[in-house]
T-cell receptor, first 112, second 117 residues
Framework: QKEVEQDPGPLSVPEGAIVSLNCTYS??????FMWYRQYSRKGPELLMY????GNKEDGRFTAQVDKSSKYISLFIRDSQPSDSATYLC????????????FGKGTKLSVIP | NAGVMQNPRHLVRRRGQEARLRCSPM?????VYWYRQLPEEGLKFMVY????????ESGMPKERFSAEFPKEGPSILRIQQVVRGDSAAYFC???????????????FGPGTRLTVL
């Protein structure tokens, strides 16, 4: 079983739609949860990070973590064509650990 | 404030040659991480370095790969005798030196895309 599972998509939505991106993980030791956005041929850009369970909101983006089900989500409201990218979830166990474990990424296209 | 810089952005090598990938961390950052992204795969951790020290190289292949982060100059990821399977995007990330929490502060460079012919 992979440590982090993420549906690669592709996911195509109309402009203005609410987008839901998800990952599951297997190791209950993971404490930090991150979402990165990666445009084609570019490096990953940190979007959101969350510690432990709960929600975190930043503008149109909401990150959600449910540690009981080992499930993490990223919601994008009022999606824009500029949101078209690959979204990577990443996890870390904290406690001095620095290795990020990534999902394979979900490719999102927002159609005008 | 310039971000993480990597060069070259694209590198083509023939089998058996050496590849050298360079990474300059963000200003004020002294922690460097290297990740590899194979086609259709997620990013995989390779190595974590601080100035003049390799802290964790558990993700590095045992042979042909090495990394350094000298006191002066960029971090170097070196791949000797490259093979076709080394073709991938190699990303460098850096984090500040004043925090012990690395997880939320890894900033990535644009990557070097290595193609082995």
């Amino acid at each position: 079983q992979k440590e982090v599972e993420q549906d690669p998509g592709p996911l195509s939505v109309p402009e203005g739609a609410i987008v839901s991106l998800n990952c599951t993980y297997s190791n209950s030791a993971f404490q930090y949860f991150m979402w990165y956005r990666q445009y084609s041929r570019k490096g990953p850009e940190l979007l959101m990070y969350t510690y432990s369970s709960g929600n975190k909101e930043d503008g149109r983006f909401t990150a959600q973590v449910d540690k009981s089900s080992k499930y993490i989500s990223l919601f994008i409201r009022d999606s824009q064509p500029s949101d078209s990218a690959t979204y990577l979830c990443a996890v870390n166990s904290g406690a001095g650990s620095y290795q990020l474990t990534f999902g394979k990424g979900t490719k999102l296209s927002v159609i005008p | 404030n310039a971000g993480v810089m990597q060069n070259p952005r694209h590198l083509v090598r023939r089998r058996g040659q050496e590849a050298r990938l360079r990474c300059s961390p963000m200003k004020g950052h002294s922690h460097v991480y290297w990740y590899r992204q194979l086609p259709e795969e997620g990013l995989k951790f390779m190595v974590y370095l601080q100035k003049e020290n390799i802290i964790d190289e558990s993700g590095m292949p045992k042979e042909r790969f090495s990394a350094e982060f000298p006191k002066e100059g960029p971090s170097i990821l070196r791949i000797q005798q490259v093979v076709r399977g080394d073709s991938a995007a190699y990303f460098c990330a850096s984090s500040p030196s004043w925090t012990s929490v690395h997880t939320d502060t890894q900033y990535f460079g644009p990557g070097t895309r290595l193609t082995v012919l």
